[in-house]
Structure formats: C-alpha cells, structure tokens
C-alpha cells in the first residue's frame, strides 16, 4: 500500500457493469464496512459511504469495522486506538445531521490489544463512552500472512497470538462485558481460530470473510486444494455455538480472482459462479441464523460495485426461505451487535 490514499475501485471502471437491483425492498444491515480520513490509506470516508449504501439496494444501517484508521497521535499509548472509535461517531453524527436518508452508523467494532490486560477495561470504557451509544465489540485481529509482499493487505500479527493466555482472558474479558470479538485471518490460520473459540466459549466470535482463502503468491493455483481443507474447517468452527460468520470479503484482490486488474469488472452472475460454493457451504454449516452477508466495502470496491456485489448476494441467497433471507442480510447482524432492524 503507498503511502497516498488510493481510490477503492475507480467509479468509471465500476460503472461499466450496472445493472437493475434485485430484490430493491429486502431490508439489509451491512455488518462490516470501513471508513478512513482523508490521510488514511485509502479514500472512503462517510461521503463515500453513503453513496454506496444509496446505490439501489434497502441499507437500513451498517456496522463500522476497526482498520487502524484515526489513531490519536498523542497521550497515553493504550488509548490511541479510541481516536478511531471518535473519528467514526463524528462520522457518524455526520451523516445523521447531512443526509439523514443514508443508513446510519448503528455500530463500532473498535480495537484494543486484547493482550494489555492491565489496562483493556479502561480501553473498552473510552471507546464505550466515545462511541456514543454505538460500541459493539472489538476485533483484535489473529490475521499472520506467510507472503506479506505479494499482498495488497497483510496481516503482520504475531505468530501464536491466538494461544497466548493474555490474550484468551481479554477475548473472555469481552464476552464477560456483554461485547463481541471478530477475527479476520486467513485460511491456513482458520484451525488456530478454532482453538480459540473452543478456548473461550462465553465470548461470541465473529469469523470474518470466511477465514480469507488467499489466492495469490504461493496459493495462486492452489484453489481447488485450499476449497476442500477450507470447507472442513469451516464444518468444524460451525460446531462451536459461540461462533457467527460473516460471509462476503471474498472479492479482496488477496483472495486472488484478478478481478481488481480486468478491463471490465465482473456482472453479478460472473460473481456468483465464482464464489457461490463458499457461501452455500457456509450457510448450510453454520445456518442461515447465524450467518450475516457483509461488503467489507471499500476494499471489495477494487473488485466490483456495491450494488452489484449485493446482486451478487441476493442471487445465492435465493435458494432460501424469505424468512431465511431476511435473518442472513439483517436479522443475524441486528442480533449479534444490538441493533434495531
């Protein structure tokens, strides 16, 4: 990643494919989505936003998800982190104030080191209090990548995190609070993540992008190989209760589809036939009543639209029962974070 924002899919290129919304009524809760400052890495603030969750589909309200974005710059070093928890509820208050008919910032998944057990409490007490009502959770990410360099993103944790002890009792100190814990990593770390939900089952966990299935570097022509180990361990976090999937964040240049480099970006029908099986085995694993689609939007945005994409969604939902559909785009996410649908 430069050190200069980048633009999250270039709207000309993205603007190629339009097609007419699916499904234009179906209420829909977007449980993951970033935001930055103008300075961040890439360029998606709450304008940004609100432009693609008002591109045809029924957004209701959308969750912000922690990437590292507006840390204070000063103070004591644990408390850092809560500068993105107040950038993204001024965001917030925002968006309310300018287009009240975009979908409100409902909830803030910040970040802690869940490790600092010392001070973790008065960390979730300042997002709590800077959030504005808005606090959910924390994601302390596990993600550790084996080829960093040939990533456009890459997870540099520490290997073993997932065993420490400290960090066990900060993921169990969150349950004890009555907030959740999301993982993003990949899928050669998706067994380390099941030994920590089995570690910890008071806290509920909340795997991001199906354990990311990288596809790029050394996994590049390993797909095929990587779906069946892949579907294995998913059948295996399914059966721990405390555990939801989020299931999107599949159209990240590092899952390796090459979308994000082709002349024309694909039609929801391309997406479907590349990714359905991904999401239907997960579905069938985990059931519809703890699964939530999600756009992990703006870095899905290198690939493909936002309306396009929840085409894309609607399409492999459509095997389910209404009922079934409404849980996996609003019912689950509204469960899980406390929001109102």
Not at 64 to 72: G, K, V
Not at 123 to 131: F, K
Not at 189 to 203: C, D, I, K, Y
């Amino acid at each position: 990643m430069t050190s200069e924002a980048i633009p999250a899919g270039d709207q000309t290129w993205l603007d190629q494919v339009v097609e007419p919304i699916i499904d234009p009524a179906r209420p829909i809760i977007d449980p993951h989505h970033h935001l930055w400052p103008v300075e961040g890495p890439i360029a998606y603030g709450p304008t940004n936003l609100a432009a693609d969750t008002g591109s045809g589909h029924n957004v209701v309200a959308t969750i912000f998800m922690e990437c590292s974005a507006a840390y204070r710059t000063d103070g004591p070093e644990h408390l850092r982190c809560v500068g993105e928890t107040e950038f993204v509820a001024t965001s917030a208050d925002w968006l309310a104030a300018s287009a009240p008919d975009s979908p409100p910032i409902a909830g803030i998944v910040g970040h802690a080191d869940l490790a600092d057990t010392v001070h973790l409490d008065a960390v979730l007490d300042a997002h709590i209090e800077a959030a504005g009502g808005r606090f959910r959770g924390i994601r302390d990410a596990l993600a550790r990548a084996t080829e960093p360099d040939v990533m456009m993103i890459a997870g540099m944790n520490p290997a073993g995190k997932y065993a420490d002890e400290a960090f066990r009792a900060g993921v169990n100190r969150l349950g004890e609070r009555g907030l959740t814990y999301d993982s993003w990593h990949y899928h050669h770390q998706n067994q380390e993540f099941l030994e920590l939900a089995r570690a910890v089952p008071g806290t509920t966990m909340v795997l991001d992008h199906f354990g990311t299935p990288c596809g790029v570097g050394q996994y590049e022509s390993q797909r095929d190989q990587i779906f069946a180990s892949w579907c294995d361990d998913i059948s295996a976090i399914a059966e721990c209760p405390n555990v939801v999937a989020k299931i999107g964040g599949l159209a990240m240049p590092d899952n390796g589809f090459g979308w994000h480099t082709a002349p024309a970006p694909p039609t929801s029908d391309e997406f479907v036939e590349e990714q359905a099986r991904y999401y239907l085995h997960t579905i069938n694993a985990f059931g519809p009543e703890r699964c939530m689609f999600e756009s992990n939007f703006p870095v899905d945005r290198f690939s493909l639209s936002y309306a396009v994409l929840y085409n894309g969604l609607k399409k492999i939902a459509a095997a389910f029962s209404d009922g079934e559909q409404n849980t996996m785009f609003a019912g689950t996410a509204a469960r899980v974070y406390s929001i109102e649908p």
